[in-house]
């Protein structure tokens, strides 16, 4: 198997081949974070029965791909099956045969349905098929191991995991595949003789997020900064349309996911549902809780909790860095090339909220260095009551060892150093979320420096420094 990191999925799929009882997972995610490739590499692309379901195809397109799987996989028909409910009643006939393959380590028969909300075309009855094959049949087979996987996030949360229907508590166990950490893309990097310095790396991943696939895209023949011009700038780039396909791909009207992102782009503090919800383009209601929801299933926003605040008063930021690196620079086009834009005020300002961001998607790795990967946190934002003209802190990682760490994180081109201006700033924010907050745990303020830390005159205010290295570790 030549699976990168992914441990804990692994681990999901073994306790599969190991049970005793019938699964049914599910496996979803954001478009090109690798969740076909898992599967078939962890399985040795062996399955008892494999298919892929065809984007825009309509249902007798589906019906036939899936009858030229049961005949790869050894069942002979003549015709292609009339309906779903036929076609799933010929593949209960293949896996009862004798001749099926068996996976050889658990003799368990394993059934992969790939791309599954696209087999779901209008009117068709598909998830009707579905349903009955697995309530009348599958669920009663102790050595099957059924796996649907698709990018269709809304599809598949909606019609298969808080589903109050047929697939009602029917999923035994869901995978959600999400971007790889640093220490990930260095290994991916390595495997593809990709050389790049770790601050290099860093700021990729403020371009491409860890998507394995746009990770895979890069020449090791060019820097950085060339992939990124040839890879995004270029229209015959592979990544130049890939913000609209995306969101495409993943949601059946995505316009409203798209305005909510759009407008978290330019609030790098994030918003309030409430504060959203007044925006027109995004609405309020179910629809923009469905919405919220999909998209912190798929990774690119988050839900924080504001430190002063009751949970209804969350706050939402945007995580992605490739949605942030997308609307700030392709869709909202000024130059032409990538080198144009370095240097620029626009880019010091995404990097500076990019970097930010890296750090949001990995908190464990800020923990492990800080030393309380065993201690119980939980992670905060806050904002001073003055409101957009007060103190803001991204990130308080609030510890039940009476410590609580105000993060600040920076990215410069050489290594950070505090000067007058930045220590007036950090004890101003601590002194008014100490007053307003009324915290009576130690406070900590931790920088958090990409490119390494210079000490000075300064230094003396931040507990904790971590550096860029540390932000790679498994």
Same mark, same amino acid.
């Given at each position: 198997?030549?699976?990168i990191?992914?441990?804990?999925?692994?681990?999901?799929?073994?306790?599969?081949?190991?049970?005793?009882?019938?699964e049914?997972?599910?496996?979803?995610?954001r478009?090109?974070?690798?969740?076909?490739?898992?599967?078939?590499?962890?399985?040795?692309?062996?399955?008892?029965?494999?298919?892929?379901?065809?984007?825009?195809?309509?249902?007798?397109?589906q019906?036939?791909?899936?009858?030229?799987?049961?005949?790869?996989?050894?069942y002979?028909?003549?015709?292609?099956?009339?309906?779903?409910f036929?076609?799933f009643a010929?593949?209960?006939e293949?896996?009862?045969?004798?001749?099926?393959?068996?996976?050889?380590?658990?003799?368990?028969?394993?059934?992969?349905l790939?791309e599954?909300?696209?087999?779901?075309?209008?009117?068709?009855?598909?998830k009707?098929?579905?349903?009955?094959f697995?309530?009348s049949?599958?669920?009663?087979?102790?050595?099957?191991v059924?796996i649907?996987?698709?990018?269709?996030?809304?599809?598949?949360?909606?019609?298969?995991l808080?589903?109050k229907?047929g697939?009602?508590?029917?999923?035994?166990?869901?995978?959600?595949?999400?971007?790889?950490?640093?220490?990930?893309?260095?290994k991916?990097?390595?495997?593809?003789?990709?050389? #790049? *310095? @770790?601050?290099?790396?860093i700021?990729?991943?403020?371009?491409? $997020? =860890?998507?394995?696939?746009?990770? &895979?895209?890069?020449?090791?023949?060019?820097s950085?900064?060339?992939?990124?011009?040839?890879l995004?700038?270029?229209?015959?780039?592979e990544?130049?349309?890939?913000?609209?396909?995306?969101?495409?791909?993943?949601?059946?009207?995505?316009?409203?996911h798209?305005a909510?992102?759009?407008?978290?782009?330019?609030?790098?503090?994030? #918003? *309030? @549902?409430?504060?959203l919800?007044k925006?027109?383009?995004?609405? $309020? =209601?179910?629809?923009?809780?469905? &919405?919220?929801?999909?998209?912190?299933?798929?990774?690119?926003?988050?839900?924080?909790?504001?430190?002063t605040?009751?949970?209804?008063?969350?706050v939402?930021?945007?995580?992605?860095?490739?949605?942030?690196?997308?609307?700030?620079?392709?869709?909202?086009?000024?130059?032409?090339?990538?080198?144009?834009?370095?240097?620029?005020?626009?880019?010091?300002?995404?990097?500076?909220?990019?970097?930010?961001?890296?750090?949001?998607?990995?908190?464990?790795?800020?923990?492990?260095?800080l030393?309380?990967?065993?201690?119980?946190?939980?992670?905060?934002?806050?904002?001073?009551?003055?409101?957009?003209?007060?103190?803001?802190?991204?990130?308080?990682?609030?510890?039940?060892?009476?410590?609580?760490?105000?993060?600040?994180?920076?990215?410069?081109?050489?290594?950070?150093?505090?000067?007058?201006?930045?220590y007036?700033?950090?004890?101003?924010?601590?002194?008014?979320?100490?007053?307003?907050t009324?915290?009576?745990?130690?406070?900590?303020?931790?920088?958090?420096?990409?490119?390494?830390?210079?000490?000075?005159?300064?230094?003396?205010?931040?507990?904790?420094?971590?550096?860029?290295?540390?932000?790679?570790?498994?």
């Amino acid at each position: 198997m030549k699976i990168i990191g992914r441990k804990h999925e692994k681990d999901v799929l073994l306790q599969c081949l190991k049970s005793k009882r019938p699964e049914f997972v599910a496996v979803y995610g954001r478009r090109r974070v690798g969740k076909t490739y898992l599967i078939r590499e962890y399985f040795n692309q062996q399955f008892s029965f494999y298919t892929t379901g065809l984007t825009d195809e309509k249902t007798k397109g589906q019906l036939r791909a899936f009858n030229e799987s049961l005949k790869t996989c050894g069942y002979v028909s003549k015709t292609p099956p009339k309906d779903w409910f036929e076609a799933f009643a010929w593949l209960r006939e293949l896996l009862e045969s004798d001749k099926v393959y068996r996976e050889p380590i658990n003799n368990k028969r394993v059934i992969f349905l790939d791309e599954l909300p696209w087999m779901d075309t209008a009117r068709s009855d598909f998830k009707s098929a579905l349903d009955y094959f697995w309530n009348s049949w599958a669920s009663a087979q102790e050595d099957l191991v059924l796996i649907v996987c698709g990018s269709a996030t809304s599809w598949i949360i909606t019609n298969l995991l808080t589903s109050k229907k047929g697939f009602h508590n029917r999923v035994t166990r869901r995978i959600h595949l999400v971007a790889f950490t640093l220490a990930e893309c260095e290994k991916l990097f390595e495997m593809n003789e990709v050389v #790049m *310095t @770790r601050s290099q790396m860093i700021e990729s991943y403020m371009v491409f $997020g =860890g998507v394995p696939h746009y990770l &895979n895209r890069l020449d090791p023949r060019l820097s950085l900064a060339q992939n990124i011009n040839e890879l995004c700038f270029k229209e015959y780039g592979e990544l130049h349309n890939e913000y609209y396909n995306l969101f495409h791909s993943l949601f059946a009207k995505p316009e409203k996911h798209i305005a909510i992102l759009e407008t978290l782009a330019k609030k790098k503090e994030g #918003m *309030t @549902r409430t504060e959203l919800s007044k925006q027109k383009a995004i609405g $309020g =209601g179910s629809v923009l809780t469905k &919405n919220l929801r999909e998209l912190e299933e798929c990774g690119f926003i988050r839900r924080f909790s504001n430190y002063t605040k009751e949970e209804n008063n969350a706050v939402y930021q945007l995580i992605d860095p490739f949605t942030l690196f997308a609307i700030a620079f392709i869709e909202n086009k000024k130059f032409d090339s990538w080198n144009e834009y370095i240097n620029s005020p626009g880019y010091n300002f995404w990097r500076g909220n990019s970097f930010e961001i890296v750090c949001l998607n990995h908190i464990n790795q800020i923990k492990a260095a800080l030393g309380i990967s065993g201690i119980e946190t939980n992670e905060f934002s806050w904002r001073s009551k003055e409101g957009d003209k007060g103190a803001q802190i991204d990130l308080i990682i609030y510890r039940k060892d009476g410590v609580i760490n105000i993060c600040e994180m920076k990215f410069t081109n050489k290594e950070y150093m505090l000067d007058k201006k930045e220590y007036e700033k950090l004890r101003n924010r601590m002194e008014k979320f100490q007053d307003e907050t009324g915290a009576k745990e130690a406070i900590h303020i931790t920088l958090i420096c990409g490119n390494g830390y210079k000490q000075n005159e300064y230094s003396g205010i931040a507990q904790n420094i971590i550096v860029g290295d540390e932000l790679f570790e498994d």
